[in-house]
């Protein structure tokens, strides 16, 4: 059983750039959750999604954007890169239905490394 | 404004004894209680969680307490072996009135001393 994939596992871009990062969720979930982890710092949620829409959003600029395809995988888009978004890029999978019983537990991916220069 | 706090950056532990992690939050809308493992070029892994109707929840070695008058929780490893040695990360949640997220603490870094 495939647990949540993440590509690539390691990216350097220079500000100014557009970076796109690809998940694939855990198999039998279909939401999709991504989080920054800041050098020091604890995830930080960007957004989620839920048949193909954004259903919740952080307190993240509009410079970061998402998708989810139909097969429930997800793209994070981040245009004109700041030096402040080198951080670990983690996305999460879970199953909506779980939630309803507020225990839902969320499977990270080991995440995107950004650095950006 | 951090809502989860884990003002333990680090914690040294000798193998076999108890460790103890402490996490404090601040939103009081938050009613669930989860902590997450890590390790280096892995992402968290859910290790345990409590719901705000309980005081305390065991699994294995593992045991969350959750004090709500404080608004304070605490992990206890209990024996600590060198396995245990990561990142510790407490995390918290609303009631879930659609898709609410996970709140995380900054972590603390576990190091179990055999």
């Known amino acids: 059983d495939a647990g949540v994939t993440q590509s690539p596992t390691h990216l350097i871009k220079t500000r100014g750039q557009q970076v796109t990062l690809r998940c694939s969720p855990k198999?039998?979930?279909?939401?999709v959750s991504w989080y920054q982890q800041a050098l020091g710092q604890g995830p930080q949620f960007i957004f989620q999604?839920?048949?193909?829409?954004?259903?919740q959003r952080g307190n993240f600029p509009d410079r970061f954007s998402g998708h989810q395809f139909p097969n429930y995988s997800s793209e994070l888009n981040v245009n004109a890169l700041l030096l402040g978004d080198s951080a670990l890029y983690l996305c999460?999978?879970?199953?909506?239905?779980?939630?309803?019983?507020?225990?839902?537990?969320?499977?990270f991916g080991s995440g995107t490394q950004l650095s950006v220069l | 404004d951090q809502q989860v706090k884990q003002n333990s950056p680090s914690l040294s532990v000798q193998e076999g004894r108890i460790s103890i992690l402490n996490c404090d939050y601040t939103?009081?809308?938050?009613?669930?209680f989860l902590w997450y493992k890590k390790y280096p070029a892995e992402g968290p892994t859910f290790l345990i969680s409590?719901?705000?109707?309980?005081d305390k929840n065991e699994d294995g070695r593992f045991t969350v307490f959750l004090n709500k008058s404080a608004k304070h929780l605490s992990l206890h490893i209990v024996p600590s072996q060198p396995g245990d040695s990561a990142v510790y990360f407490c995390?918290?949640?609303?009631?879930?009135?659609?898709?609410?997220?996970?709140?995380f603490g900054k972590g603390t870094r576990l190091s179990v001393i055999a």
């Open positions: 999460a999978s879970s199953f909506f239905r779980d939630r309803r019983a507020t225990n839902e537990k969320l499977f």
């Open positions: 198999s039998g979930h279909d939401t």
């Open positions: 999604y839920y048949e193909e829409e954004e259903r």
């Open positions: 939103n009081s809308m938050f009613d669930y």
């Open positions: 409590i719901s705000s109707i309980k």
């Open positions: 995390a918290a949640r609303e009631k879930d009135s659609g898709n609410t997220p996970l709140v």
